[in-house]
């Protein structure tokens, strides 16, 4: 089997349960991750921004979105 080219490593979605938060993350062609958190415990939706580096582990922005 071939090895799996950069793109589509760079591109992988990400998907993490932490203490009753999901994160689901969608990778995109600009190798920048949108993502949103939910939580059983709250309606609030963040949206979350995740950039992947190659020398720094992948680092999220928290944007709290408009109420």
């Known amino acids: 089997m071939s090895p799996s080219p950069p ?3 760079r591109a992988a979605c990400v998907a993490a349960v ?15 991750e949108s ?3 939910t939580s059983a415990s709250s309606t609030t939706n963040l949206l979350y921004y ?8 992948v680092s999220a922005v928290l944007l709290a979105s408009p109420p």
């Not at 999901?22 to 062609?29: G, I, K, M, N, P």
């Not at 995740?50 to 582990?57: A, I, M």
């Open 18 to 32: 932490m203490g009753g938060v999901r994160l689901h993350a969608v990778a995109s062609a600009t190798n920048i």
């Open 35 to 37: 993502a949103s958190w």
């Open 50 to 57: 995740v950039e992947c580096h190659r020398r720094l582990p």
């Open 7 to 9: 793109r589509v490593r």
